[in-house]
């Protein structure tokens, strides 16, 4: 099956319309348009070694939704690729959000998610973000990249 423009404007709306879910602790709300595939990876925005696989079990779930709290979002599509049965989407996810029990503060992202559709429906394969949406110097990177 090809990828059309509409399947594209669909994941776009449904990832925004995911995020704002999580940003606001919903994370039924979340997990009711983003399914996860079973080889899922996660680049979380705090670094460290990727994460393999989605963790739905309950304890996981309830921590989730109360890590993110009353948050704010626009998402801004920057470049979307589609070949085969995969979508890459490119985005800057501008939010505003409690997070981690910290005041609330900006929170944007740059986020890049790939899609793959496994029948009817599109699973998530990976999402890779982090907080570099104003920029960095390189002595602070090389500072991150030192540990």
């Known amino acids: 099956m090809v990828i059309t423009d509409k399947d594209i404007a669909d994941l776009v709306a449904r ?23 079973d080889d899922f990876t996660l680049m979380t925005p705090f670094g460290g ?17 109360r890590f993110f709290r009353a948050g ?3 998402q801004e599509l920057v470049q979307a690729y589609a070949s085969g049965d ?3 989407l490119v985005v800057i996810e501008r939010q505003t959000v409690e997070v981690g029990g910290l ?11 790939v899609f793959r559709r496994d029948g ?11 907080p570099l949406v104003k920029g960095i110097s390189l ?8 540990g």
């Open 86 to 88: 995969l979508a890459v």
């Open 103 to 113: 005041p609330e503060q900006d929170w944007s992202l740059r986020v890049t998610l």
């Open 15 to 37: 990832s925004a319309n995911a995020n704002a879910a999580l940003m606001r602790g919903d994370i039924d709300g979340y997990l009711a348009l983003i399914s996860h595939a």
């Open 139 to 146: 002595e602070q990177a090389a500072a991150i990249a030192r």
């Open 120 to 130: 009817p429906e599109w699973r998530l394969v990976h999402r890779h973000a982090d």
């Open 72 to 74: 704010r979002t626009a």
């Open 49 to 65: 070694p990727p994460t393999c696989g989605f963790d739905a079990s309950s304890d996981r779930l309830v921590a989730l939704g």
